[in-house]
């Protein structure tokens, strides 16, 4: 049976491969897995990305971060154990990954005044505001910045499965990441683990949509291809055929 | 079992190297050899067009009717006293009674020696086995189709038609010499008799030859570090892998014979 069937090229990625491309991108672009308000991360860099505290009344918002280990992906068939929730169909990948969840647990911020809280509109009026400070939606409390009062973290084994799908990246043709499913371990009560790995799940959702690989990198640019079948997952690999 | 594997058929091989084959463009070369009896000085160009890919198992591309449109242009010296003798003919002087000596006047001809320009063009087909190399050059993998051998050039008529621009181009060579017209004929006969057939294929082939042997036909190139995805942004660096191995070949699989890159690479 010819590679090429009735296309004229033929591209094959082994997943060892395709983990070493996802490794490259997480490792260079690390602040796709992480992600936290400003007391975890002070500012969005390379190594992360700054997103605005939880709003709660009564508080100058919660604090949080959220970080994936890398993501490692076995494709159909089934080479890593899952849990027995979980089970790999044809076409798609499981993913196994540890997250760690951070609330900042402190009771107040410095600023905060003790015993009274202040409606947000006598904010206009406060004469140590900085208008020019205010660049950000949530309150301007930048001295504590990358200063976690008291942190607590949980790591959480997440194990899910998912589909490849078509997408664009960088004005090429791309191949992305859509999960079907997420599974975490040992977590009771069953009500507290379903609305972890609902969060969980929305998570993955929202990393692997900003992580996609380029059709060229599957093929490392050495002939020009135009899918027309795929990319797809076969047994351990993603193969794509298509015109020269 | 190589992590990651590219193949085209014969049809996309066959655009492949249609493409790489018109981006050698014209290649041209100058240079002094031997014309037959003659020191010939030489331009010579050629511009290869492709013709039918034919992959082979495990390492050969074949390509059949392989088109080389050549020119050449020639210059050589021709003596013409190296084909009509000299003409010596001495004073005679009788005696007249009555009218006294009579003397006829002394003829040299020493025939000059004559630049002789030759341009000419025509083109050839060949086969050619290209052979699938691979090398590391700079940081560049690179996978070639390499002339294998020495392909044996047939000029067929181009011989001929050579040697009758080289007749025409001696006959306006000497127009102006001085008393050549009645040996004008043997003149031309005997110089392209001297250079004969095997005189211009004996040009022919160490000059032209080299358009075709030992041609490089890029087939693709692969960096070592090879970006995966461009910089986007001040937190968006370029992402790169490293492609540690890469090799190339052809492989029978039936109905089709393709040609399959194959990589290893490491984040």
């Known amino acids: ?64 971060s959220v970080e994936l280990g890398i993501p490692r992906l076995d494709l159909f068939k089934q080479d890593e154990a899952l849990p027995p929730e979980l089970s790999l169909g044809a076409g798609q990948f499981s993913l ?38 205010d660049d950000k939606p949530w309150r301007d409390d930048r001295d504590d910045w990358g200063k976690a009062q008291n942190p607590m973290c949980c790591r959480l084994d997440v194990y899910a499965v998912g589909h490849l799908v078509s997408t664009w990246a960088g004005g090429q043709r791309a191949i992305g990441f859509a999960v079907d499913s997420v599974e975490i371990v040992d977590i009771e009560p069953n009500a ?8 969980l799940t929305m998570i993955l959702r929202s990393v692997l949509a900003t992580l996609s690989l380029p059709v060229t990198a599957l093929e490392l640019g050495a002939f020009t291809l135009t899918p027309t079948v795929g990319p797809l997952i076969d047994v351990n690999r993603v193969l794509a055929r298509g015109d020269f | 079992m190589s992590e990651i594997l590219a193949a085209i058929d014969e049809m996309a091989a066959q655009q492949l190297f249609d493409t790489e084959v018109a981006a050698l463009g014209t290649q041209s070369t100058s240079g002094s050899s031997s014309l037959g009896p003659f020191g010939v000085s030489y331009a010579v ?69 004559v630049p002789v320009h030759v341009s000419f063009g025509d083109f050839l087909l060949t086969t050619v086995d290209l052979g699938v190399a691979l090398s590391l050059v700079s940081g560049v993998w690179k996978v070639e189709g390499i002339v294998q051998g020495v392909p044996s050039l047939q000029f067929g008529a181009s011989t001929a038609a050579l040697l009758a621009a080289i007749g025409l181009a001696v006959s306006a060579a000497v127009a102006w010499v001085p008393l050549i017209g009645p040996f004008l004929a043997v003149l031309v006969g005997a ?77």
Request: proline content about 10%; aromatic content about 6%.
């Open chain 2, 191 to 267: 110089v392209v008799a001297a250079i004969g057939i095997a005189g211009l294929t004996g040009l022919l082939g160490p000059i032209i030859t080299p358009f075709v042997s030992g041609t490089r036909f890029p087939i693709t190139d692969v960096p070592a570090l090879f970006e995966v995805l461009p910089a986007s942004g001040p937190f968006d660096p370029a992402v790169f892998v490293t492609v540690d191995s890469l090799g190339a070949e052809i492989q029978h699989n039936p109905p089709e014979d393709e040609l399959v890159v194959l990589a290893d690479i490491t984040a």
């Open chain 2, 45 to 113: 160009s050629g511009t290869l067009s492709n013709g039918t890919v034919d992959l082979i198992a495990p390492a050969t591309v074949e390509i059949a009717d392989l088109r080389l449109d050549w020119h050449v242009d020639l210059t050589f010296q021709l003596d013409i006293g190296d084909f009509i003798p000299d003409i010596h003919i001495p004073q005679v002087c009788i005696h007249i009674p009555c009218v006294g000596t009579v003397c006829t006047p002394k003829i040299d001809i020493v025939w000059p020696t």
């Open chain 1, 96 to 133: 196994s990954t540890v997250v760690t969840l951070c609330v900042d647990c402190a009771s107040r911020g410095k600023n905060d005044p003790r015993g009274e809280d202040r409606p947000e509109h006598e904010h206009e009026h406060d004469p140590n505001h900085d208008p020019n400070r």
């Open chain 1, 192 to 199: 507290l683990e379903s609305v972890i790995e609902c969060l």
């Open chain 1, 1 to 64: 049976m010819s590679l090429t069937e009735t296309s004229e090229v033929f591209v094959a990625v082994e997943e060892s491969a395709l983990n070493d491309l996802i490794t490259a991108v997480c490792t260079t672009r690390p602040h796709l897995l992480h992600y936290g308000s400003p007391a975890f991360v002070p500012a969005s860099s390379t190594s992360a990305t700054q997103m605005a505290p939880i709003p709660f009344p009564g508080s100058s918002g919660l604090q949080w």
